[in-house]
């Protein structure tokens, strides 16, 4: 028997937390009703109820929440910033549901959409698939950025597009003026258009549509829950393989290649690379308009918060360093066997893998792929960010909400 719980206002966390509780224990699914959609979102039981519907991964966006709460601290005539943080947080705890499949959905064509400044999806027709550039420089850049992740996973991992069965890739452009952000939310991506003051010049960037779309495809594959180590693990998938495809657009191996997440994201006078730096971690910007990249490259400068639902984008940039020393040590091309080694061991860790867990299964699955020779540069690439690989070793550095009372429980959308 599956439960659907209806909650809200005051008290409703507790009502979900006791629920979930009892869901638990009588081994029974959950659901809670969000927006007036049934979704299953608390089968997790008690951890599930601190980050709500954000544990059913809840809208994936570009910018880290820190990065607009900084940015709207720095920049207070600016109120851009904390206007997107604050439709982001919306966006994810209404929650992710992959697009009901439509007849037709299963060619894997493009189609492209112009918001043209406002907060419309789709909106505008401008490109579909086949169809001649537009002359519109984010639309036709949408439209090949979709064309050349359509093409990394269907040539290096034989998937057929997203959800491996077609799905259509759907963006829209220009959404919304001084929307400062870009989002998968399970159906499309979605490109804001930055503001004049703002410090992003675009967000339509090859890595940027990578890996947004790579959260769809994590969710397909093993639904990594969006909290703790998992959370930083499904945000690390994102920036290897949105890393791997840009690698893979510009042919360039593992030692070319600058491992920056989000080159190009910031005006010039910003001093910074990206949003995100692979290899090192901590040092893709310092700028008085950004604060400084607050990623840790090695365990022992784990983040311990229980904001960004337990620093998923703080502590992936461990398990990223880890992945960029690797496949610089075996030379060549990331997405060969580096690539190959990271897409099945997110499959064989499963849904709530800690760090020491997914090391595991990379070594596992380096064996399984023929690639043996290989275990002892995983070995090392781990060991140096701080990470022993483990069948059983759990996440015990993130906090676990398991306090009734910690006032971090929200549950505004249910009712
Ligand atoms: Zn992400």
């Given amino acids: 028997m599956d439960d659907v719980i209806k909650a809200k206002g005051e008290g409703a966390d507790k009502t979900l937390l006791s629920a979930a509780d009892n869901a638990q ?27 709500g519907p954000n544990l059913k991964p809840g809208g994936f966006s570009t910018l880290p929440p820190y990065l607009l709460e900084e940015l709207s601290r720095r920049n207070p005539a600016n109120s851009d910033f904390l206007k997107t943080y604050n439709k982001t947080k919306e966006m994810q705890e209404k929650g992710v549901m992959f697009r009901p499949r439509l007849s037709g959905d299963n060619d894997s064509s493009r189609e492209v959409y112009d918001a043209k400044g406002k907060e419309e999806q789709p909106g505008e027709r401008a490109r579909f698939e086949g169809e001649k550039p537009s002359g519109n420089k984010e639309v036709d850049q949408a439209y090949d950025y979709t064309g050349v992740v359509r093409e990394f996973y269907k040539k290096e991992f034989g998937r057929n597009s997203i959800d491996g069965n077609g799905m259509k890739f759907v963006s829209t452009v220009n959404y919304g003026d001084n929307y ?23 967000f339509v960037l090859l890595d940027v549509c990578g890996h947004e779309i790579t959260h769809g495809v994590t969710e397909k594959e093993s639904d ?4 703790g180590q998992s959370g930083a693990l499904n945000e690390s998938m994102s920036d290897v393989f949105g890393e791997l ?18 080159n190009g994201i910031w ?16 040092t893709a910007y310092d700028d008085p308009k950004l604060g400084k990249d607050p990623q840790p490259a090695h365990m022992k400068d784990y983040w311990t918060g229980w904001g960004d639902n337990g620093g998923v984008h703080y502590n992936s940039g461990i398990p990223n360093r880890a992945f960029a020393l690797f496949a610089k040590s075996v030379g060549g091309y990331a997405f060969d066997d580096p690539g190959h080694i990271w897409f099945a061991a997110r499959k064989a860790a499963g849904n709530n893998p800690s760090f020491s867990q997914f090391a595991y299964h990379t070594i596992e699955q380096a064996k399984a792929l023929g690639h043996a020779d290989e275990v002892e540069k995983l070995q090392k690439a781990w060991e140096a960010v701080g990470v022993t690989p483990s069948k059983t070793t759990l996440d015990t550095r993130t906090p676990q909400p398991n306090l009734p ?6 549950f505004k959308k249910a009712g």
């Fill in 25 to 51: 224990e009588a081994g029974t699914k959950l659901y809670a009703q969000i927006d007036g959609n049934r979704q299953e979102v608390l089968a997790l039981a008690r951890t599930a109820v601190v980050g």
């Fill in 405 to 410: 009372d910690d006032g971090r429980r929200t």
């Fill in 267 to 282: 005006k010039d006078g910003i001093k910074g690379r990206g949003l995100r730096d692979m290899l090192n971690p901590g």
């Fill in 224 to 227: 990594m829950k969006y909290y």
């Fill in 245 to 262: 495809i840009d690698q893979y657009a510009h042919k360039q191996t593992a030692n070319q290649a600058d491992w920056v997440v989000g």
């Fill in 180 to 202: 400062e952000n870009a989002f998968w939310d399970g159906k499309q991506m979605t490109y804001g258009r930055p503001g004049e003051d703002s410090p992003f010049k675009t």
